[in-house]
């Protein structure tokens, strides 16, 4: 069992029959409520997409999946495209499956694939990533009282917003949960 405040993009969850991809999860507490979970999902069988909101205390059925670590080679017409280390076998997982995943994968990347009875469903990264900034705003100098945030575009084309210091060609470590900037690297 799964509880519903587990879900991160790229989950896999079993409804009844039917497997589903979690695409988005994202956590919202409300001032007089419990915590819930606004989740998106898509039918791994029809293809369809739905939202639901969670409680965080909710169980879910969650599933045995086999990991296998493979190398990202590219992108093409939405489906991204791994390869086995050991066999050199290569495989695709549509854009779509993929979720939020793919804002932190870059080309050569070693990643963990999830394998439902054969066939590739999603991809498993670590908690955070390093990424090289491609395009930023210099800062403003002197507006440095509180916490200023400016907008970043990383190797991926992600953008997220990042602290004023900085700069192009900085590598950054995002958290894959959150998607936000944690600390610049040396």
């Not at 587990?6 to 999860?25: T, W, Y």
């Not at 069988?45 to 990991?67: A, M, N, P, Q, Y």
């Not at 050991?86 to 979720?99: A, N, T, V, W």
């Not at 800062?139 to 575009?153: C, D, E, F, Y």
Request: aromatic content about 10%; charged content about 30%.
């Amino acid at each position: 069992m799964k509880f519903a405040e587990d879900l991160r993009s790229g989950n896999i969850i079993k409804i009844g029959k039917d497997l589903f991809i979690i695409i988005k999860a994202e956590y919202f507490r409300a001032a007089r409520c419990n915590a819930v979970i606004k989740t998106k999902y898509k039918n791994m069988s029809t293809g369809s997409v739905s939202e639901v909101v969670l409680k965080t205390d909710e169980k879910l059925d969650d599933i045995r999946l086999d990991k296998r670590q493979m190398q990202y080679l590219y992108e093409s017409d939405g489906s991204y495209a791994f390869m086995d280390n050991e066999s050199f076998d290569q495989i695709e997982i549509p854009k779509d499956d993929l979720g939020d995943n793919v804002n932190y994968i870059k080309e050569q990347d070693t990643v963990d694939i999830l394998f439902y009875e054969g066939r590739p469903v999603s991809v498993e990264l670590p908690r955070n990533v390093e990424l090289k900034i491609t395009y930023s705003e210099p800062g403003i100098r002197g507006n440095t009282s509180g916490k200023v945030l400016k907008p970043a575009t990383l190797e991926t084309g992600y953008e997220l917003q990042v602290p004023i210091f900085c700069e192009i060609d900085d590598v950054i470590r995002v958290d894959t949960v959150t998607g936000q900037y944690v600390e610049r690297v040396k």
